[in-house]
């Protein structure tokens, strides 16, 4: 089981940036694809970003496609979520994932198996 860290969340106004990180640790990282989730108030949480275990393929929902970048340091075992232009709509708690298999690149949050405590990003109007 991998452990994973999150931090980075804050309030930022509408148009702002923030960067989330996650830090992992327990097993190779670099054989896993990574994911974000996100959980806004009152909803499921979905599908935000997903990177292979290389770095070399990305997916996005499409709501945020053009305006988040998920990227991976395997030195540092750490995934990263740019967040530009961000809207109100964004607010949400955000989760780092693993998924159970390595090498396999999914966006099913069933398939996630390890999970960070989350972190909150909250955008104002």
């Known amino acids: 089981q991998v452990q994973l860290v999150e931090s980075g969340g804050g309030l930022v106004q509408a148009g702002g940036s923030l960067r989330l990180s996650c830090a992992a640790s327990g097993r190779t990282f670099s054989s896993y694809a990574m994911g974000w989730f996100r959980q806004a108030p009152g909803k499921e949480r979905e599908f935000v970003a997903v990177?292979?275990?290389?770095?070399?393929?990305?997916s996005y929902t499409d709501s945020v496609n053009g305006r988040f970048t998920i990227s991976r340091d395997n030195a540092k075992n750490t995934v990263y979520l740019k967040m530009n232009s961000l809207k109100p709509e964004d607010t949400a708690v955000y989760y780092c994932?693993?998924?159970?298999?390595?090498?396999?690149?999914?966006?099913?949050?069933?398939?996630?198996?390890?999970w960070g405590q989350g972190t909150q990003v909250t955008v104002s109007s």
């Open positions: 994932a693993a998924p159970r298999t390595m090498f396999v690149l999914t966006t099913a949050e069933p398939t996630f198996g390890s």
């Open positions: 990177i292979s275990w290389s770095g070399g393929r990305t």
